[in-house]
C-alpha cells in the first residue's frame, strides 16, 4: 500500500460523497490506494470507495448494518474487501470552536482484534461468500473534540467532531470461516460457555456472545446443550 503522497488515482465521482466522508475514512483510502485504482466508481447503483482492476474495495469506519445489503448484492458478481479499523492507541485531543487545540490526552480505552464482532454481528453471513474479504487495520488514531456545548451531558458538552489516522500497525485478513479460529484457543474446553470464552479471551460475557452468535452463523461451533442459563458449545 502506498503512502497518499505517493499515490495517482482517478477520482471518478465527485459531490456529496467526498464533502461529507470524515478524515480517518479518507485516509484510509489513500492508505489502500495504489498507482492505478479509481476512487467512487459507480457500480451498479452503489458508489465505490475504491476499485482495483477487479476488486472492490468498501471502507466502513462503523456501523456494518448500514452495508450489509449493499454488500450482499455487490459480492454475487464481484470480488470484495471490507476494510474496518480498529483503534489499538486513542488520543483524545480537544479543540474550541474557534479550532484552537486546547489539550492532547491519550485515552486509556485500547482496542483488541475481538472488538471486530462488536460490527461483524451484522453480517456474519457473508464470511461464507467465496467472493468475501474481511480486512481489519489496526491503528492509532486521534479523536477530536470540540467544546462546542452541543455534545453528550456525559462529556460535559463536548461534541465528537471527527476521527484522525495516525498509523496503520497492523493487517489482519479473513477470507474464509477457519481462519476465525484464532478467537477458540487450544486452552479453551472441548464443550463451553460464553463464560468460558469471555474468560480465555479476557473480555465481558457480552461481547463473549458476539463472537459466538457470529461463529455459530459461521458454521464453525455449534450449541450442543445448556447448563442451567448457560448455553454450551463445541467446535464443529
Same mark, same amino acid.
Given at each position: 500500500?502506498?503512502?497518499?503522497?505517493?499515490?495517482?488515482?482517478?477520482?471518478?465521482?465527485?459531490?456529496?460523497? /467526498?464533502?461529507?466522508?470524515?478524515?480517518?475514512?479518507?485516509?484510509?483510502?489513500?492508505?489502500?490506494? !495504489?498507482?492505478?485504482?479509481?476512487?467512487?466508481?459507480?457500480? *451498479?447503483?452503489?458508489?465505490? *470507495?475504491?476499485?482495483? #482492476?477487479?476488486?472492490?474495495?468498501?471502507?466502513?469506519?462503523?456501523? =456494518?448494518?448500514?452495508?450489509?445489503?449493499?454488500?450482499?448484492?455487490?459480492?454475487?458478481?464481484?470480488?470484495?474487501?471490507?476494510?474496518?479499523? /480498529?483503534? !489499538? #492507541?486513542?488520543?483524545?485531543?480537544?479543540? *474550541?470552536?474557534?479550532?484552537?487545540? !486546547?489539550? &492532547?490526552? $491519550?485515552?486509556?480505552?485500547?482496542?483488541?482484534?475481538?472488538?471486530? +464482532?462488536?460490527?461483524?454481528? &451484522?453480517?456474519?453471513?457473508?464470511?461464507?461468500? #467465496?467472493?468475501?474479504i474481511l480486512e481489519?487495520?489496526?491503528? $492509532?488514531?486521534?479523536? /477530536? &473534540?470540540?467544546?462546542?456545548?452541543?455534545?453528550?451531558? &456525559?462529556?460535559?458538552? /463536548?461534541?465528537?467532531?471527527?476521527?484522525?489516522?495516525?498509523?496503520?500497525? @497492523?493487517?489482519?485478513? +479473513?477470507? @474464509?470461516?477457519?481462519? +476465525? =479460529?484464532?478467537?477458540?484457543?487450544?486452552?479453551?474446553?472441548?464443550? =463451553?460457555?460464553?463464560?468460558?470464552?469471555?474468560? !480465555?479471551l479476557k473480555v465481558?460475557?457480552?461481547?463473549?456472545?458476539?463472537?459466538?452468535?457470529?461463529?455459530?452463523?459461521?458454521?464453525?461451533?455449534? @450449541?450442543?446443550?445448556?447448563?442451567?442459563?448457560?448455553?454450551?458449545? #463445541?467446535?464443529?
Amino acid at each position: 500500500m502506498g503512502q497518499a503522497e505517493d499515490v495517482v488515482y482517478i477520482l471518478e465521482q465527485s459531490g456529496i460523497n /467526498i464533502n461529507n466522508e470524515k478524515s480517518l475514512h479518507s485516509s484510509i483510502k489513500q492508505w489502500y490506494a !495504489i498507482p492505478g485504482d479509481r476512487l467512487e466508481v459507480k457500480v *451498479d447503483k452503489y458508489i465505490i *470507495d475504491l476499485v482495483r #482492476e477487479d476488486s472492490l474495495i468498501e471502507i466502513q469506519t462503523r456501523n =456494518f448494518s448500514a452495508i450489509g445489503n449493499k454488500l450482499r448484492e455487490l459480492v454475487k458478481y464481484n470480488m470484495v474487501t471490507l476494510v474496518h479499523p /480498529i483503534a !489499538i #492507541e486513542k488520543y483524545i485531543v480537544t479543540m *474550541d470552536d474557534s479550532d484552537k487545540v !486546547i489539550s &492532547r490526552r $491519550k485515552s486509556p480505552k485500547k482496542g483488541k482484534l475481538v472488538d471486530l +464482532f462488536d460490527e461483524l454481528i &451484522r453480517i456474519p453471513d457473508l464470511i461464507d461468500e #467465496e467472493k468475501f474479504i474481511l480486512e481489519i487495520l489496526m491503528t $492509532k488514531e486521534e479523536e /477530536i &473534540r470540540c467544546k462546542d456545548g452541543k455534545g453528550s451531558w &456525559r462529556r460535559k458538552g /463536548i461534541s465528537i467532531v471527527d476521527r484522525k489516522l495516525v498509523q496503520v500497525v @497492523e493487517k489482519v485478513t +479473513f477470507k @474464509e470461516g477457519k481462519d +476465525f =479460529f484464532m478467537f477458540l484457543p487450544e486452552d479453551l474446553p472441548e464443550n =463451553f460457555t460464553n463464560k468460558d470464552l469471555a474468560k !480465555i479471551l479476557k473480555v465481558t460475557v457480552y461481547k463473549a456472545r458476539k463472537v459466538t452468535y457470529c461463529l455459530r452463523k459461521m458454521k464453525i461451533i455449534k @450449541e450442543v446443550g445448556k447448563l442451567r442459563n448457560e448455553l454450551i458449545f #463445541e467446535r464443529r
